[in-house]
């Protein structure tokens, strides 16, 4: 593995110079009627005979600039643009090695509207809160869907997974021309739209469309980004199909068809596969070895791959979907957005487990085979209706339903040994579980805003009603042995009903004490949660019926949390930074009714400050700051206050604790970035600190035949501590190869207090990952992607009964792709996992390597992809999982080695005769 990294970064640092004259070109930006500096306007040289974009930066407060690169051209075209004034060019010939502009003075233009939106041929554009980037200016292979796209744009960062960040700040929702696009999943409009089509992507703070129709800022610690879709592409047909058939007998198969017109949008998308692949995909090399292979790791010292246990998904599940979206302007006042979607899924499983549990005085051992088959159907539908009755009111509706059809059958054997091998107890379970569940929910919200400086009253309305309903078949049979034997038959049908009906309301009025600058804001919310829980268990009769009433293993429940909480919150912004401070007190009424056993009914009630606020402060263009502090308070689950004994599990006896108190938890979190877009280097940094007080936890005694009882406790002293520091830098060899280099180091401190056979402890887990990765790309030549993570872990316990412990875990990851010769790509992601820490007779490392071959024909609209999963055949999820009370080895079913033959097929009517032109180079 040591030569092998050491050739990947070899490969990476000899690469040679072509005959580029390096240059640099500065200046300082002024308005010309005032004299003042402008700040954040886009500075960008282009090639004159094509008009590709070579560099490009923004400018600093004081108005200064600096562009610096590589060019064989003689001359280039200077580019600045600033919203609100007329855009200055320059032709700047190169035989100078740094040319001074001085003073440039832009003219205001008076036909620019802030209200009309400015078409810049700037690759980046800064309004206000708003980041822009222009497609054109980013380069990318032909077919590329708006995953690839957004994985070239400077700042913006896309795991395997789909997972989004700009900045250092999460994505947690994607638009397209402002619209949802097939619900909440981003991964489905990242994946399945072209880039071809879109012309803009904006990158904002994420607000509601209450918050944006009342001008207020969003959720700073989160972005949303909206794909503009161009106009001439606005109009017209498009979609993808894609097939394939592989050894093994596994398939895939997905569909997609989109039709706009304007405001108009209707998609269709299907997709099945048994494969392990959530979702939906078209063959594409990257997406189809069912998701990515993200990293994880617990404290513990275990971790998971791709969702996986060390090299695998558990379980081989077959899945089959069907999702249309639909969107439009109905008149000048109604916007409509709706999207249904249709899941199914079948999984089967097995699972082989040991267990050594660890007592204060004693171990012992658990063993247990298990089997599971899964059946799941679902369906979803959501609406949104926006409308703007007139200028100053809007009123949005959001209607929710799903239904979800499941089948369990299961099977388990487990049995427990002392430390001398000796039998204490054994039990095998069978059980069939069928579950029918149904949820509607709406949201409605009111704005009225009044005048133009802030003003705003805003009522809400949310409410969920669920119902779900169970039938469950248990067989089973428990032997305890010792100094009193006991052997539990059953056989019984429970039938089950959990009901909710929750609603959340709310009244806010803002009143601005500066305009636009500060504001008061005064609220009142109202929120009453009711669940109904009956489980009626009925054994056998002597002619075999299920006719018997079991009270013992029979519960009917009645919870009711309700809250009153009047808040008050002041808010501060301008230019350079903002802050806002929440403050709120809570008055919590709980009851649990036991229709069943009346004398466990409890009633409690709670009272409590809740506080959160928040400051975020701009260096410039290119750096800014984000902190906060948040206090909250949060109720024991139903299951942890029920105080009757639930002996659904003979070996493991639950009872509940009334007198819980509510948890309280104070959160305080910091993070940095800066990212330079002429130097390419970006800095990222997050902190955040958790500390909880009256941490509910389990308690559970272990008898002399390792029979629990458990039962549930607040402490006091819980904490997590956690953080992490990247940097990035662009190396820009030449006009055609590019080399990025990035380190990353994360780290974090946990404490909890639990408790083991009734002894109470602390544990402490320390855990460190430092990782490096490299990217080298030689444009339509060769992409290079090696990348290693080590992680160090240490668990120690402040009882001498518990032994410290640590964990060592290794990662190498190595991406390549080749496009020699045309219309050829070849792409390779080989994995390497090392866990010294796997017990004896388990895998302790790994090679992971799955491979494809795609060739483009019919003119690019088509693909044939060959691929290889797992092409050394060694995908095993065998893993040690280890804490403060037992180390376990397990291992269960995974997808295996196959070979695919797929093809892929793309079609548009979108644009002048269905033909997409686009120019640009590539942004690492």
């Known amino acids: 593995m040591r030569k092998l990294i050491f050739c990947s970064i070899l490969l990476c640092v000899t690469v040679s110079f072509s005959q580029s004259k390096a240059f640099k070109v500065s200046g300082v930006l002024i308005s010309e009627e005032e004299s003042l500096p402008l700040e954040s306007a886009t500075i960008h040289l282009e090639r004159v005979k094509d008009s590709s974009v070579v560099t490009y930066t923004i400018s600093d407060r004081h108005g200064k600039f600096s562009l610096e690169d590589k060019s064989s051209d003689e001359n280039l075209n200077l580019f600045v643009s600033f919203v609100g004034y007329k855009t200055y060019t320059k032709t700047i010939n190169l035989k100078k090695k740094e040319i001074n502009l001085g003073v440039i003075k832009l003219q205001t233009d008076t036909d620019a509207l802030e209200e009309i939106v400015i078409t810049s041929r700037a690759p980046i554009t800064i309004k206000k809160d708003t980041l822009e980037f222009n497609v054109k200016s980013f380069k990318t292979k032909k077919d590329a869907n708006v995953e690839d796209l957004l994985k070239v744009l400077p700042g913006v960062e896309v795991d395997e997974e789909g997972k989004i960040t700009v900045n250092g700040k999460s994505v947690s929702q994607i638009l397209v021309n402002g619209k949802p696009f097939f619900g909440s999943d981003p991964t489905i409009t990242t994946r399945n739209l072209t880039k071809s089509i879109i012309e803009k992507v904006q990158v904002v703070d994420t607000k509601t469309k209450a918050q944006a129709f009342s001008g207020e800022r969003g959720d700073g610690e989160n972005k949303t980004i909206n794909l503009t879709v161009k106009k001439e592409n606005n109009k017209g047909v498009f ?53 990515g292979n993200s990293i994880s790791f617990s404290g513990d010292g275990s971790f998971d791959v791709g969702g996986r246990s060390f090299g695998g998904g558990q379980g081989i599940t077959t899945s089959n979907n069907v999702g249309v979206n639909f969107a439009d302007k109905l008149g000048e006042q109604l916007d409509l957005g709706s ?370 009882k458990t039962t549930y406790t607040n402490v006091n002293g819980n904490y997590t501590i956690n953080g992490n520091l990247s940097f990035r830098k662009r190396f820009k060899l030449d006009s055609l190869r590019t080399l990025r280099c990035g380190v990353g180091f994360g780290g974090n401190k946990n404490r909890s207090i639990n408790y083991n056979n009734g002894v109470q402890y602390a544990g402490n887990v320390t855990s460190i990952s430092p990782r490096v990765n490299v990217t080298f790309l030689w444009k339509d030549v060769v992409e290079f992607r090696p990348q290693y993570q080590v992680n160090f872990t240490k668990n120690t316990y402040d009882i001498d009964s518990f032994e410290d412990r640590e964990f060592l875990y290794h990662s190498f990851r190595l991406g390549t792709a080749t496009f020699l010769p045309k219309h050829l790509e070849w792409r390779n992601d080989i994995q390497y996992d090392y866990n010294p820490n796997i017990a004896d007779g388990f895998q302790k490392s790994s090679w992971f390597w799955n491979a494809a071959l795609a060739y483009s024909l019919m003119k690019d609209k088509a693909t044939v992809t060959l691929k290889a999963y797992d092409l050394l055949n060694q995908n095993t999820n065998a893993r040690r999982t280890a804490n403060q009370n037992f180390i376990q080895d397990s291992q269960s079913t995974v997808l295996q080695r196959y070979f695919m033959l797929n093809f892929s097929w793309k079609f548009n009517s979108l644009g002048k005769k269905g033909e997409i032109r686009e120019r640009g180079f590539h942004v690492f």
């Open 339 to 708: 999207d249904y979607f249709y899941a199914s899924s079948s999984s089967d499983n097995v699972t082989i487990t040991e267990r050594e549990n660890i007592l204060p005085d004693s171990r012992y051992f658990t063993n247990s085979d298990s089997r599971s088959y899964n059946d799941n159907d679902s369906h979803n539908a959501n609406m949104a209706f926006d409308i703007k009755v007139d200028s100053t009111l809007l009123i949005n509706i959001a209607p929710r339903f799903s239904q979800t059809k499941n089948k369990t059958v299961f099977y388990r054997d487990e049995n427990s040994k002392d430390e001398l091998g000796v039998l204490t107890n054994e039990s095998n379970t069978e059980s069939l579980v069928e579950t029918i569940g149904k949820s509607f929910s709406n949201n409605i919200e009111v704005t009225k805003r009044f005048g133009s400086k802030g003003a705003y009253l805003r009522l809400n309305i949310d409410n969920e009603i669920s119902n779900r309903e169970s039938d469950d078949f248990l067989s089973s049979k428990t032997s305890i042995y010792g100094d009193n034997p006991n052997e539990i038959i059953r056989d019984q049908f429970t039938e089950g009903t959990n009901k909710s009906n929750n609603i959340n309301t709310g009244i806010n009025y803002n009143l601005p004490i500066i305009a636009k600058e500060l504001f008061l804001n005064l609220g009142y919310r109202y929120s009453r949660n009711k669940q109904e829980d009956k489980q009626s268990t009925l054994d056998k009769d002597d002619n075999g019926a299920y006719t018997v009433f079991n009270s013992d293993l029979s519960t009917d429940f009645e919870y009711i949390n309700e809250i009153l909480r009047p808040e008050l919150s002041i808010r501060y912004r301008n230019k350079k930074w903002s802050a806002r401070f929440r403050t709120s007190y809570l008055f919590r009424n709980l009851e649990n009714k036991d229709v069943l056993r009346p004398e466990f009914s409890i009633k409690q009630k709670f009272e409590a400050k809740e506080l959160s606020s928040n400051f975020d402060y701009r260096f410039s263009p290119k750096s800014s700051m984000y902190m906060g502090y948040n206090l909250s308070n949060n109720p024991p689950q139903l299951r942890q206050l029920q105080a009757f004994q639930n002996v659904s599990d003979p070996l493991n006896t639950i009872i509940g604790n009334p007198n819980l108190k509510p948890i309280t938890n104070h959160r305080v979190h910091l993070n940095y970035h800066a990212f330079d877009f002429q130097k390419g280097t970006g800095i990222y940094s997050y902190f955040s600190a958790n500390f909880t007080n009256n941490q509910v936890v389990s308690n559970t005694i272990v008898d002399e035949n390792f029979v629990r």
């Open 239 to 291: 979609g993808r199909a894609s097939a394939g058939g592989g050894t093994d007998e596994r398939y895939e198969f997905a569909g997609m068809i989109n039709r706009f017109d304007n405001d108009q949008r209707f998609s269709v998308l299907a997709g099945g596969n048994n494969v392990n692949s959530p979702g939906f995909s078209f063959g594409e090399i990257r997406k189809m070895f069912g998701g």
